[in-house]
């Protein structure tokens, strides 16, 4: 494991703020007073033992509210990392999904995500608020880690970008209210000259403005740079896709591989290859029938959910035949 030498710079209160060990302190003790019961029968010292070892594997997200996932930075990363590992299949199937079916997926794993949230990601990838569109799993995870991981980021470049359309001098300290971005969305939506962009070099300069003053995680000045300086004029939803895709700001922020292996995940293919080869040497193995349908039933448990668009393919593998399809036509 890298060990992270800058943190040996830090003051005591700097290290607790960078890490927020109050916070996740403080939610221990609150889990553990909501379940006093369940958690001390196991003892104290196991149950804050086990939590803490959970929040650095990232596992602590799983089914909790919205408003605990989006606190730290850590979190956020650990959710988008946790989405990818229990979705990932749908990319590997080559699934296309619609912003809906992208709700239903994350509110599984935190049934009060918003929606909106999901709208905002979709339209990265969409531009047009196509919310029927389908999209690749590829496309929306990494314009969703954008949009989820720098909010706060994305709303204050809204307001710079608004102000550069109509006009207005954006250089000065910019506060993002719910009203100036849901106006940034409604007229980049509407207005044709919106999606046309704004000058690439006056917006570089008022976001590493916004970046000087920014308490909140950003993107790299270097990435913006190197996205803007590539055109002379950018509009807002394509400079959000380029940081999508910008494999530097990908690797900055830890949650998601690079494109390439984005399907890849050697751990949980190498698990699901031992359970199927389980059921291969089981003592039900000497019935070939009944071998072919555990291993028909295991990759069917393995597999996440599929989207609507396959249903009736999976409904006639999984009647048992082994009829080939286009006999009839011999």
Request: aromatic letters at 10%; glycine letters at 4%.
């Amino acid at each position: 494991m890298k060990i992270n030498t800058d943190r040996f710079s830090l003051t005591f209160d700097e290290y607790l703020t960078e890490t927020n060990v109050l916070f996740y302190l403080n939610d221990a003790v609150t889990q553990l007073l909501e379940h006093k019961e369940e958690c001390t029968q196991f003892g104290v010292v196991r149950y804050f033992a086990e939590y803490f070892t959970s929040v650095k594997n990232g596992n602590h997200v799983l089914f909790r509210e919205f408003s605990y996932i989006k606190v730290t930075p850590h979190n956020r990363e650990s959710f988008i990392h946790t989405f990818w590992k229990c979705f990932r299949q749908i990319g590997k199937n080559g699934d296309l999904l619609a912003m809906s079916e992208y709700s239903s997926l994350l509110q599984l794993l935190c049934p009060d995500f918003p929606t909106e949230m999901v709208q905002n990601a979709a339209r990265i990838v969409l531009v047009d608020d196509a919310a029927d569109s389908l999209m690749s799993f590829s496309d929306f995870i990494y314009s969703f880690q954008i949009q989820f991981y720098y909010e706060e980021f994305v709303e204050s470049v809204s307001v710079i970008y608004q102000d550069l359309l109509s006009g207005k001098n954006p250089n000065t300290v910019i506060v993002p209210t719910s009203t100036s971005v849901e106006q940034l969305s409604s007229a980049a939506n509407e207005e044709p000259d919106a999606q046309e962009g704004v000058d690439s070099s006056v917006f570089c300069e008022c976001i590493e403005g916004l970046c000087e003053r920014f308490k909140h995680k950003f993107p790299s000045t270097v990435a913006i740079k190197e996205i803007l300086e590539s055109s002379q004029q950018v509009s807002f939803y394509g400079f959000l896709m380029a940081l999508a895709k910008h494999e530097g700001v990908n690797q900055d922020i830890g949650a998601l591989p690079n494109k390439s292996d984005l399907l890849i995940d050697p751990e949980m293919d190498q698990e699901l290859e031992r359970l199927i080869a389980q059921v291969a040497i089981s003592p039900t193995s000497n019935n070939s029938s009944s071998s072919a349908v555990g291993q028909k039933e295991m990759s069917k448990k393995a597999s996440p959910r599929k989207s609507l668009h396959h249903r009736k393919r999976i409904e006639m593998e999984s009647d048992g035949s082994t009829e080939e399809t286009d006999s009839s036509e011999n």
